[in-house]
């Protein structure tokens, strides 16, 4: 059995924890890191990071791009939004395609 | 004429032709595993764009339904009142094969029978915004483990992607003509070999007729009695 891990600001995520979600607020990256590496290789199989903090651990993050479990989704926090989630699925097109045929005029 | 050293022998050549046929086999295969990739990857792209924005939007509103909570009552309370969840939720992941690519799928299920029970507070001290906000939430819950699904698929599928076509274009654009130019150098120095061959034949030969018979001599002869 698997749970859902969801990271970011305290004011981001704590309204998941009613759902039955397990939030972690973490703030700073270096901890973040460290966190995210302890939630992927425990029973978490999705892990929600805020765009904000997931700007800061780009490099943990990409550790777990090419394997199966866990899958880690940007989420939107209060504040500081980057439209990353957004970008990550462009880049996506971008690997597979070898350049942004379809939302390259969303813009 | 081929870039790398080969000999020129038939071993060699019928090595060679094996290859050739299993590379072009190879890349026929692999071309089709790239199309089909790539043809469900872009349909499961659309959906997960489609997916995301939703589940943002979703979540952005959400959001502004907390802060509006938020104003409504003190901040000890909040936290008093979101402290101890009720609601739990697990997931069961198993893995679907799509093109030999491993993606995983996942079944959430909640503690309790009912997945409306998300208010892990009495209604006497929090405000209704609270409610409003939460509901929120946990209406876009399925929404956000879909996207999940279909993320994760997707990025594996586009590394998987990237991999393939490598490796097909590696194969269309070295290994094939590569080969099929040692193939033909080997073919033709093979006949090269032939050729040189035969003309020391025919030298040899001209040479034992010119032993055996002195012919030359006798054209010497012939050339005296006419002059």
Redesign the interface.
């Known amino acids: 059995m698997y749970k859902i891990a969801v990271m970011g600001d305290y004011d981001s995520i704590y309204g998941f924890a009613t759902l039955g979600l397990d939030t972690f607020p973490v703030t700073e990256p270096g901890e973040a890191g460290k966190l995210l590496k302890r939630l992927a290789e425990g029973q978490y199989s999705v892990i929600y990071v805020t765009e904000k903090l997931a700007g800061q651990i780009e490099r943990e993050i990409a550790v777990y791009a090419e394997q199966m479990l866990p899958a880690i989704i940007l989420i939107p926090g209060t504040s500081g939004n980057t439209g990353k989630g957004v970008e990550r699925v462009k880049k996506s097109v971008e690997q597979a395609v070898g350049s942004d045929i379809l939302f390259s005029d969303n813009e | 004429m081929a870039s790398t050293q080969v000999n020129p022998t038939r071993m060699e050549l019928n090595r060679l032709k094996k290859k050739l046929k299993t590379a072009v086999k190879g890349h026929k295969l692999l071309k089709d595993k790239r199309d089909e990739l790539?043809r469900q990857?872009?349909e499961l792209?659309?959906e997960?764009?489609e997916l995301?924005?939703k589940?943002?939007a979703g979540?952005?509103a959400?959001?502004t339904n907390?802060?509006i909570a938020k104003a409504g009552m003190s901040e000890e309370a909040l936290h008093t009142a979101?402290m101890a969840?009720?609601?739990?939720?697990?997931?069961?992941?198993g893995?679907r094969n799509v093109m030999s690519v491993?993606?995983?799928t996942?079944q959430?299920k909640?503690?309790t029978a009912d997945a409306g029970d998300?208010?892990?507070y009495g209604f006497a001290f929090t405000s209704g915004d609270l409610d409003d906000?939460?509901r929120s939430?946990?209406d876009i819950?399925p929404d956000?483990?879909e996207?999940?699904?279909k993320?994760?698929a997707?990025?594996?599928?586009?590394?998987e992607?990237?991999r393939t076509?490598r490796r097909v274009n590696a194969l269309e654009h070295i290994t094939i003509p590569e080969t099929q130019s040692s193939i033909k150098y080997i073919t033709m120095k093979l006949d090269e070999n032939e050729r040189s061959t035969q003309i020391r034949l025919l030298k040899v030969k001209d040479m034992m007729l010119e032993d055996a018979h002195h012919y030359s001599e006798h054209l010497w002869d012939k050339f005296e009695e006419e002059a």
């Open positions: 790539m990857f872009l792209v659309r997960n764009m995301r924005l589940v943002e979540i952005k959400a959001n907390f802060v979101l969840p009720k609601q739990e939720v697990s997931l069961s992941c893995s491993d993606v995983p996942m959430y909640t503690k998300i208010y892990s906000a939460v939430l946990a819950l956000m483990l996207l999940a699904e993320e994760k997707c990025q594996l599928m586009a590394a992607i990237e076509r």
